[in-house]
């Protein structure tokens, strides 16, 4: 399994079009995504004081794009090294794909520190 993080809203479009595509398509030519270990690290940098996400589950045996493990695509987050390897889509991922869809708030804190379940 691999993860993405999006909101509420885009995959709520998502599912109207058929299809989920990030901004990240256009402006970097892939949708980021994230291992069970990574993901926690990436909501933290990139994600903090956003309450409307939702975390998708991608079975990447059931993708049509082309999945590529490449480096952070920029500077990593904290608690990722510059040598981890992050799963990058290259085209809108099919909704057969997405095994399950998770809310996922932060903590009191406004902090993630466990997946949710």
Known sequence: MILHITSKQ???????????????????????????????????????????????KLDETKLKPELKWEPPAGMPAPGISESDKFPHIFGPINLTAVESVLNFEPDSDGEWHSLPE
Not at 15 to 36: D, K, M, N, V, W
């Open 10 to 56: 885009e995959w709520l479009e998502a599912q109207g079009r058929g299809e989920y595509s990030a901004p990240s398509l256009q402006t970097e030519g892939f949708i980021h995504c994230s291992t069970e270990p990574q993901v926690l690290h990436v909501a933290n940098a990139f994600y903090r004081g956003r309450n409307d996400l939702v975390l998708l």
